[in-house]
């Protein structure tokens, strides 16, 4: 069974994802008050990225690297063995 540590790490993950998408959503019909309106500038902002999808991977390639490596080490930590010879108090000399 997953540790608490990676449940909480891809919750986060699932969140990030969707966060967006859930803005975009619920903003769609907001009432603008008209020129200087920050949520039409981030929904235009959301809408070139998504129009220009051939530079998505080139910006977000290092970053994902590095979410990609947090998550192998936080993989790592809660699989490796806690328990010991010495922590168990095994006697090898018998």
Do not use: N, W, Y
Not at 23 to 32: G, L, P, R, T
């Amino acid at each position: 069974m997953p540790s608490l540590r990676m449940r909480i790490a891809a919750l986060a993950l699932a969140f990030a994802l969707v966060a967006p998408s859930l803005f975009v959503v619920v903003e769609a019909q907001h009432d603008c008050p008209g020129d200087g309106c920050e949520i039409c500038f981030v929904l235009a902002a959301i809408g070139s990225i998504a129009h220009s999808g051939a530079d998505i991977p080139a910006r977000i390639a290092p970053l994902a690297s590095v979410v990609l490596l947090v998550l192998l080490c936080i993989a790592r930590r809660s699989c490796v063995a806690e328990q010991t010879l010495v922590g168990l108090k095994v006697r090898l000399d018998c």
